[in-house]
């Protein structure tokens, strides 16, 4: 009898050592996902961040760009403009004048 009871106290004390260890696993495992997790969203923020910048910059040249396209035509139509007032300038003046006087 007292084999049995020293041996359920060594079975006993062996299954206890196994849970401790099997609680030791797991916080490892824990921490160690916490770990990668924290890795793993950082590198996925950092290609995030590094295609939101590479997007930033497609359409700041896309913008300067069009600014360029937009100030060409904007020049060419104002020296149209200028071009055609010096052409017509004076007619014109005549004709206000003339439509002011001799009315």
Same mark, same amino acid.
């Given at each position: 009898?007292?084999?049995i009871i020293?041996?359920?106290?060594?079975?006993? $004390?062996?299954?206890?050592?196994?849970? *401790?260890?099997?609680?030791?696993?797991?916080?490892?495992?824990? =921490?160690?996902?916490? =770990?990668?997790?924290?890795?793993?969203?950082?590198?996925?923020?950092?290609?995030?961040?590094?295609?939101?910048?590479?997007?930033? $910059?497609?359409?700041?040249?896309?913008?300067?760009? $069009?600014?360029?396209?937009?100030?060409?035509?904007?020049?060419?139509?104002? *020296?149209?403009?200028?071009?055609?007032?010096?052409?017509?300038r004076e007619?014109?003046?005549?004709s206000i004048?003339?439509?002011?006087?001799?009315?």
């Amino acid at each position: 009898m007292p084999d049995i009871i020293s041996e359920i106290v060594s079975e006993d $004390e062996k299954a206890r050592n196994r849970v *401790q260890a099997v609680k030791e696993e797991k916080a490892q495992l824990s =921490s160690k996902l916490r =770990s990668q997790r924290a890795a793993i969203e950082e590198k996925h923020q950092n290609r995030a961040n590094d295609y939101v910048q590479k997007y930033k $910059e497609e359409l700041n040249q896309k913008m300067i760009l $069009e600014k360029k396209r937009f100030e060409e035509s904007y020049n060419k139509s104002l *020296q149209s403009l200028l071009e055609q007032y010096e052409a017509c300038r004076e007619p014109w003046v005549q004709s206000i004048y003339n439509n002011c006087i001799h009315k």
